[in-house]
């Protein structure tokens, strides 16, 4: 079980930080993702990150704003959303997928286990 955390209304150029807790041993040497899903629109991968977090992947988009990281002893993940723009609202998931991975990480099919969403919405 995913429990994401940390969304909220903030302006453009704000920063907030997401938090997703896992339940479970296992997941602690799942791999770990953030995707977002705007109204209207499917939903988007945002950042990826290995179970050693050396290897980590990003949305060009958010790419030199966003720092996703982890912690496994405390099994979660975090998403430091800097610099926030309009274009970035939506509702942020997260999701793990245990490896060995064969599927790309940027797809949403790839993983497994998903969060219930948290809100983030950026206003002018």
């Known amino acids: 079980q995913l429990q994401a955390t940390g969304g909220g209304l903030v302006q453009a150029g704000d920063s907030l930080r997401l938090s997703c807790a896992a339940s479970?041993?296992?997941?602690?040497?799942?791999?770990k993702a953030w995707f977002r899903q705007a109204p209207g629109k499917e939903r988007e991968f945002v950042a990826d990150?290995?179970?050693?977090?050396?290897?980590?992947h990003y949305l060009d988009a958010v790419k030199g704003r966003f720092v996703i990281s982890r912690d496994n002893a405390k099994n979660t993940v975090d998403l430091q959303m800097n610099s926030l723009k309009i274009d970035d609202t939506a509702v942020y998931y997260c999701?793990?997928?245990?490896?060995?991975?064969?599927?790309?990480?940027?797809?949403?099919?790839?993983?497994?286990?998903w969060g219930q969403g948290t809100q983030v919405t950026v206003s002018s």
């Open positions: 999701a793990v997928v245990p490896p060995p991975v064969s599927s790309d990480l940027n797809q949403a099919g790839t993983y497994n286990y």
């Open positions: 479970g041993r296992t997941s602690r040497a799942y791999v």
């Open positions: 990150i290995s179970v050693s977090s050396q290897i980590i």
